[in-house]
């Protein structure tokens, strides 16, 4: 998918502002069985194709609206991916803006995570 020079340069902005974790770091996370939110932003019908498992769903249209909801402590950790990790970019970005302390966007969304062959549902 080519995207918009304003849409890319607004996403580098924000991933100066924010941390990523590579899919791999998410997998050995979870394999280890560290506690964290697993939220998957992208579109409905998206997440319906498939998603990471363990993944809950919680849209980018209203992620801002329904988090406090979600994650009420603003010190849980939280990993966010959407389909190439531009999305969850924004979205961390914006969750770290409410006042959210631990959170992170998997680079490469969830294409990286089926190129490596981790677990879908």
Same mark, same amino acid.
């Given at each position: 998918m080519t995207h918009n020079p304003g849409f890319l340069r607004l996403v580098e902005q924000a991933k100066q502002r924010i941390t /990523? *974790? %590579?899919v791999a770091e998410v997998k +050995? =996370? #979870?394999? =280890?069985g560290e506690p964290f939110h697993? #939220?998957?932003i992208r579109e409905d019908h998206e997440f319906a194709v498939d998603h990471a498992r363990g993944a809950r769903h919680l &849209?980018? &249209?209203i992620i801002e609206r329904d988090i406090e909801t979600v994650v009420s402590d603003k /010190?849980? +950790?939280i990993v966010l991916y959407c389909g190439g990790g531009f999305? %969850?970019? #924004?979205a961390a970005d914006a969750l770290q803006q409410m006042g959210y302390q631990n959170v992170r966007s998997m680079k490469? &969304?969830?294409? +990286? *995570? =089926?190129?490596a062959g981790y677990p879908l549902e």
């Open positions: /990523e *974790w %590579s +050995a =996370r #979870l394999d =280890r697993f #939220l998957d &849209g980018k &249209g /010190e849980d +950790a999305r %969850s970019a #924004l490469g &969304g969830i294409r +990286a *995570w =089926r190129e």
